[in-house]
């Protein structure tokens, strides 16, 4: 069993992650980088190392990373989500310096990070893909006859990208032509590789994901389905599991789904398979190597810890459940509140949060690690923290989501709280069914007014007395 976890990643998820330690007797290491001294993750885990004065680069060396895991006697690393966690170098090096890297194997990382490669794989596999590229693009007049052959609107995508980055939808062939040049310098900018490919844009599609478990013994299992179809420019919002919008039929079909692309490219840990879901058609789009942001609510739905089986596995250990023991129960929302100013065009709002404290009550989640006095340095993502409801039933899991997100106090910096409460309201989102094109279609929901609770304006008064008093 592992001993000791370097944890090579900040915020919330490396709370997560050392709190999965501590319940399993783990020692835990985090690093960070001048900006986060004063982080939770620092704060929280048995020991900390800082790992530069660059905001950025201590948390991008994949070398100095293993280097340190192996100095501290460290026997295993996690990478949570984001930066390296999908870097197949990483997995490598590790691999080299006799580190267990809690994630797939490098190669498995390098085929599926490889979006054509990936889709290649599935149709191999027999997972229905979108029609598209058989590989990258040669150049742009090669893109414009795919497009003529496939029909517009198109969605022109880095071959390596992720995140939400990389990715331009063209109805037209002028909107290629322009949005060539830009794809290829944001692909090469964000991650390295000036590959693009090309595919038949869903339109208005579910965005529909699949949690999958494999260990090293053959054994791969399906958590059911998460519904990200609220989301803007491509970047989730809001996440349900299970889908509201899937009979049993769909459901029992993308699970088997996702255990068939899982199995095909001998994947084991932790992994998502996303699809898109369109006119009773599904088609795969990726596969995400890594534990996912909203990983909390397939862990509310089933009751299994994933990061807890994703351990298990790096240790050598079988799955802790098999597949018929699997159920799922009620349902659970998590909402990704961001220090952004919706009113503003989601312009981020870094700074100090002068006030917070956390909802509680039955059914209520929070994965953060921000606290009062905290300030969100801007060099990093604006997440602030993760929110997540269960309930038995639909209608309960809104009206619970609404109630924790009035009893949540975040002041000191602007949040997507006021959003999210204006979409829990909305006829269309409370009916169960929408598709990934819901912001778009709904501007008005930006149109909200914010009021102020009475002890916030007392607070506000009590501020403006100590000033004027000289205090």
Same mark, same amino acid.
């Given at each position: ?18 709190? /999965?330690?501590? #319940? ?20 929280? /885990? ?29 026997? @295993? ?40 490669? =990936? ?26 006859? #795919? ?9 022109? $995508? ?28 944001? =692909? ?11 595919? $038949? ?7 529909? #994901? @699949? ?146 404290? =956390? ?37 309960? /899991? ?28 909305? @006829? ?44």
């Amino acid at each position: 069993m592992i001993k000791k976890i370097l944890i090579a990643n900040r915020g919330e998820i490396a709370v997560r992650i050392v709190r /999965a330690c501590a #319940e399993m007797g783990i020692t835990s290491v985090a690093v960070y980088t001048d900006p986060d001294r004063y982080a939770l993750h620092v704060k929280r /885990a048995d020991e900390s190392y800082n790992v530069g004065s660059d905001p950025l680069a201590g948390y991008l060396n994949p070398r100095q990373l293993v280097n340190l895991a192996v100095e501290t006697g460290c026997d @295993a690393l996690h990478p949570g989500y984001g930066f390296l966690s999908e870097n197949a170098e990483l997995a490598k090096i590790c691999a080299e310096r006799g580190i267990k890297f809690i994630g797939p194997a490098a190669d498995v990382i390098t085929r599926m990070g490889d979006k054509t490669e =990936a889709r290649r794989s599935m149709i191999a596999a027999g997972v229905p893909v979108t029609p598209g590229t058989e590989g990258n693009l040669a150049d742009l007049d090669e893109a414009l006859r #795919e497009a003529e052959r496939v029909g517009y609107p198109v969605m022109l $995508k880095a071959t390596s990208g992720g995140g939400g980055r990389g990715i331009r939808r063209c109805n037209n062939r002028e909107e290629l032509e322009s949005a060539y040049p830009r794809v290829i310098s944001e =692909a090469t900018k964000a991650f390295g590789s000036a590959e693009v490919f090309l595919e $038949k844009c869903i339109v208005n599609p579910k965005h529909i #994901e @699949a949690q999958i478990l494999a260990d090293s013994f053959g054994n791969t299992v399906h958590l059911f389905e998460r519904d990200c179809s609220i989301q803007r420019r491509n970047q989730k919002l809001i996440e349900i599991a299970p889908s509201p919008q899937l009979t049993p039929e769909q459901r029992a079909y993308i699970g088997d789904l996702a255990v068939k692309a899982a199995q095909a490219v001998g994947y084991e840990n932790a992994g998502t398979v996303e699809f898109l879901l369109a006119d009773d058609e599904v088609y795969f789009m990726e596969m995400n190597t890594r534990v996912q942001v909203e990983h909390t609510i397939t862990e509310q739905i089933t009751g299994v810890d994933i990061v807890r089986e994703q351990i298990r596995i790096a240790s050598g250990l079988p799955l802790s459940i098999k597949q018929e023991d699997i159920q799922h129960q009620g349902f659970a929302i998590q909402f990704r509140i961001n220090a952004e100013d919706p009113k503003n065009n989601f312009f981020p709002s870094f700074g100090k949060v002068t006030r917070y404290y =956390a909802p509680g009550g039955p059914g209520v989640r929070v994965d953060t690690a921000i606290y009062t006095g905290y300030t969100i340095p801007p060099n990093f993502d604006s997440m602030c923290l993760k929110l997540i409801v269960w309930a038995m039933t639909w209608e309960e /899991a809104l009206d619970r989501g609404l109630r924790a997100l009035d009893d949540m106090r975040l002041q000191g910096v602007k949040t997507t709280t006021p959003y999210y409460q204006e979409i829990l309201r909305n @006829a269309e989102f409370r009916s169960g069914v929408f598709n990934t094109s819901f912001v778009e279609a709904h501007p008005e929901l930006l149109n909200y007014s914010i009021k102020r609770k009475p002890e916030e304006l007392a607070l506000a008064i009590a501020a403006a007395i100590a000033a004027h008093a000289g205090l």
